[in-house]
């Protein structure tokens, strides 16, 4: 392919949900690739909310020690591939929102999951209809039957 692209994985925040980025970098054939994390939720409609917005917090708010640590293997483990990884919110309810957010990151592909589905807190919600629709590219990944099982958000999956 060459040249430098930018994937999207989306996330739910749970180690398995990396499972889908560790296998995009396995199996992608680019000297550098930039990575965004998507993570879809609802916003609250308070004005309090809105005015004290902080997408940083909810990143950090939302985010695990196990997250974390999964995260840096995968930089550590991939570094001489990824160019760099970021974590992005979406809170938009229409597909032209979604398609401009894509557009702004400069997303080329987007890698989604075969097997294992978003495990979503009562503001989230599943991209895949949005990812479905756009113009991007998107491929599913076979993550296979380890992956949807409860042991799946242990580390040490992402050495397999």
Do not use: W
Not at 40 to 58: K, W
Not at 96 to 113: H, Q, S
């Amino acid at each position: 392919m060459g040249g430098q692209k930018t994937i999207l994985v989306p996330i739910d925040f749970r180690v398995a949900s990396l499972n889908t980025l560790r296998l995009a970098l396995e199996l992608i054939d680019e000297p550098t690739v930039h990575v965004v994390l998507l993570h879809c939720e609802t916003l609250d409609d308070s004005i309090t909310e809105r005015l004290f917005y902080s997408p940083r917090q909810i990143i950090s708010d939302s985010t695990t020690n196990d997250f974390d640590d999964a995260v840096s293997i995968l930089r550590n483990r991939f570094e001489h591939i990824i160019g760099n990884l970021r974590i992005e919110l979406f809170h938009g309810y229409l597909q032209n929102t979604f398609d401009a957010m894509l557009e702004r990151l400069n997303v080329d592909l987007i890698f989604v999951p075969d097997s294992y589905r978003l495990q979503l807190t009562k503001r989230a919600f599943d991209p895949l209809p949005y990812i479905k629709k756009c113009k991007v590219p998107h491929y599913e990944l076979g993550l296979g039957q380890q992956y949807t099982m409860p042991e799946a958000d242990r580390l040490e999956n992402l050495f397999l």
